[in-house]
């Protein structure tokens, strides 16, 4: 029996499954930052034309895997399963998002890291051969994640110099056997890492670890160093995080080379105000799918190791003065088999 | 290549991945029931010694996935991944459950339907050769669920005759490559269905079409029909949607003769006061990791097929005065290869 496993965590997908497609959806303050120009598609109203800001992150999920499909001219019939989650409790805009596609559905809850939580098992899914296509798919919604998590946006709280911004938009990726790429080639499973943190305005210190550990079990486990990537991502430690991920590897006498984070890529830190960075599901998702994708389609990336990074508390768990416990899930992405 | 799908939803583990050992952890309700001589372990504190009753569940994730380590005589380092799931907010339960293990952890949320979601993403996993071993698990708590979907205990609010009580247990399976069974043979992805039920005092109303639609492509996909199984067994229908379900397969003429249902199975309808019967994630994992599976590995069966059943919704949904989408995953485990 072939193994695919290496190392403790690490993953070979030997028949390389291809990325089809994909699709970014952004919202207004996602337009107005540096990367609007990569976006599928962008709104002015957070609310899409929906009678919710919820119904409008289904909408957003809805119109990425819609836009993802059109460019790989694949109908709902040819679709052999959707991967997704999203932050909202009981992951509702994803469920609601594919209610009429009559695709098997498998829902995930990674916290942020589900972009790369769903690409590891739509990965899983399409090179096992257990399904021919599939879509990996998440979002977040700056309105719906706030008055969930935090406050009512109407109280006008003030936020912390470590809070990070939700992002509004949602991303999707279609996986299949194609001759043309980018590939899959890899992945590495997170653990649940918790060095103690309790400040849930301070998320970046929160998953660094995680992401620490998991790069670290990625280079390890497949023998590779961070030079052999010409990017390093991860999804959402904003400036606070990545400072600390590139501190405990500096401790190791390791530096990153090309290393970036979606969460400080997505906005301009100093212009729009939004103090750490972007953060939430849809911060990587989109930054991927809209972003790097098509940097890599240009020729201008060749191998990036994606880093999708979680915190997975709830209110309720912070309530009852527990610390946050992190996770991050890598995959590599190449543009050649 | 090998191609492992079947028709739209169903999938075949060709290398028959094998349930090395199961834990099935109850409460008190539980112990009162019909099925407390088949539990590993119950707490007459529903607190299970914690300070809340989310720390309760947690403990009864853990609970369960040591007792399945210590009966398949596995640890920690052996274990390649963890896939699991639960009804809280962020699925904490698991998530701070696994915490301490160090083994890569795959969160999901499929509603009720988890238990039957992880398997089947752990038996992919294991079958591809991605992991060589991995756990799949679940769990739900009676107070949490209710003060989270319902109302404050305290408040002491009516049900409806339609309700269902949630199971207070957690349940937990390790795959792996064994010579001996039982043997996951098969399995069918659900699909998002809505009939557009809105009340959501009655789930099994909600989850028997996602039931329906996920049996129907279980036999058509693998040409197979409700005789060829010993044992259908739903999630958490309750004596509703169990009602309803045979009815949706009587108008095609079709007769489920072996056909029962987790949520009736696990307490004593009349005389525990617990209306339609059990439901939550803890339902059907108890059920299968505690009664099921026992039953098999005395020969009393020998080809189950094994349906979990969520309702997709959250709180905040039915605020917004949406239906309730469900979905239904399905497992074929057999004695023999």
Redesign the interface.
Known sequence: ?????RG??S?IFD?RPALLSYGAIGGKKEHEGPLAAYFDDTSQDTRFRQ??W??AEQKMQALALETAKRKAGLHDEAL??IFG?D??????ST??A??D???????????CSTMA?SL??AG??V??????TAAAMSSSHFATAERQYRFPLNYGGQRTPTAQWTVTGAGCVLLG?HEKGPFLHAAT????V?YGIKDASNMGAAMAPAAYTTLRAHFDDLHLSPEDYDLIVTGDLGAVGEEILQELFQRDGVTLPHYRDCGTMIYDLKRQDVHAGGSGCGCSAVVLCGYLLRRMAKGEYHNILFCGTGA??????TQ?G?SI?G?CHAVAIRDAR
């Open positions: 029996m072939a193994t695919l496993h403790r965590q993953i028949r009678r919710s919820e119904k052999g399963a989650g932050l909202l409790n009981q992951c509702v469920s609601f594919v209610r596609t009559h695709v098997p559905f498998l829902g995930l809850y990674g916290a939580e590891l098992l899983m899914a090179n096992g051969g257990y399904v021919s056997q499973m997170g653990t649940v918790d997975l508390l709830s209110p309720l768990t009852q527990e416990p996770i």
